[in-house]
Every structure is written in C-alpha cells, then in structure tokens.
C-alpha cells in the first residue's frame, strides 16, 4: 500500500515539475508597449519557448528586461533588415542590364555584407545581454541544455 502510494506521489510530482517547467513562465507584462500585444507582432508568439524548453523559469523582473531587450534588438534590426532588402533590390537591377557594371555590384556585395555583419553582432549582444541577466543556476541549466 506504501509502495503504491509512493509511486502515484512520484508521477504526480514528475507529473507537475514538467507542466510548471512549460507553463510556468510569467505572461508578458501587463500594459507593455503601446498596443496590446505588440510583443506578439514583434518578438512573434512565443518569444520565451528556449527558456520553457531549457527548463529555466524566469522572474517577472526578468521577463521584463528580456522584453525591453529584445523590443529593442528588434527595432534596431529592422532598418538593416530593410537596407539589405534594398541592396538585393539594386544588386537584381543591376544584373538585368545589358552590360552590369561590375565595379557597381562589388561595391553593393561589400555594403550588404557589411550590413549583415553589423546585424550578425547585435543579435550577439542581444543574446549576452539577455544572458547576462540570468542567474548563475539558470545559466547552468542553458549551458546543459545547449549541450543536448
């Protein structure tokens, strides 16, 4: 009779670490940005999924700042995403011509390539920032989970 009580106590407890571990991340914060689920136009519908997945459960303090931070990589994102876009734009006109001026094209590669770089380091940061905010239990589990 022990026995099974001890193992029906143990499912339950699998049972509901693993339904907090997923569900358990604080919703986004109430009012936050301008309209009403701007996080879900932005950031897209489940910006916080790695975390869930990692295991690692997150304050609402830290909820917040990941937002601002990643509200924020995103408009800084955004012009570069638009540059390159009118780089391929160019680069396509371009190559239509008769005879593409080749000194034109190399000098567009140059610039988007440029460009990519400077967007490749702001999700870097992005990411050490949001890193940086962890704490040191939690940055464990993300480094077990990376490992995976």
């Known amino acids: 009779m022990i026995k099974k009580r001890f193992y029906i106590f143990a499912i339950l407890t699998i049972f509901l670490a693993t339904f907090l571990s997923v569900y358990g991340q604080p919703p986004p914060p109430a009012g936050y940005g301008k309209k009403p689920h701007e996080h879900d136009r932005k950031l897209g519908p489940d910006p916080f999924q790695f975390f869930r997945k990692a295991g690692i459960i997150l304050s609402s303090e830290q909820t917040n700042q990941i937002y601002e931070i990643a509200i924020k990589s995103v408009n800084e994102e955004q012009p570069m995403r ?58 464990i589990m993300l480094n077990k989970y990376r490992k995976m």
């Open 82 to 139: 638009e540059e390159i876009e009118k780089i391929d734009y160019n680069m396509k006109i371009e190559l239509m011509k008769d005879n593409p001026d080749r000194n034109i094209l190399r000098d567009l590669i140059k610039r988007k390539k440029e460009i990519e770089a400077e967007r490749d380091c702001l999700i870097i940061f992005r990411d050490l920032d949001i890193i940086g905010i962890l704490t040191p239990e939690q940055k």
